[in-house]
């Protein structure tokens, strides 16, 4: 019976690692491949020949791509599964009507902004509620003036 128990507590020990298991998202050494872009020289095809597809397009306009690397650790054993959050990067590139690279921000977790959020409670304003129901009555009356849509 010890010996099956061994067994067992042999296969749990040998299956943990502690090693640190970490979770990579978006574009690998994304500071080290932004020093190769250089402004008003590098145009879209080198971009994405160093860097690849970019993460997200601007959706006001095309001229802005958004690269981002991500990596999170969980490995800790006294952390019990919480995650750490190693790098957080984003590279916003934007380019000019021919294709060449106007500009390029790199933004790390030291220089990103803290948002505050606030804790207030946003107040109804009920002058507005009898207009409201007014003229949802109204528009009901209007869709289905004998009120059969509402019996069934």
Known sequence: MKFIKFIIILIFITNCTLNKVVKHHGVHNLKKKNDNLEVLITNRNDVISNLGNPSTKSAFDNDIW??????????????????????NDVLVLEFNTEGILIEKKLLTMDNMNDIAILEENTVVNRKNAFVQTFVKSLKQKINDPLGVKKAK
Not at 77 to 83: A, H, I, Y
Request: charged share 30%; net charge positive.
């Open 66 to 87: 958004i690269y981002l690397e991500r990596k999170i650790t969980s490995s800790e054993l006294k952390s019990l599964g919480t995650e750490k959050l190693l790098i």
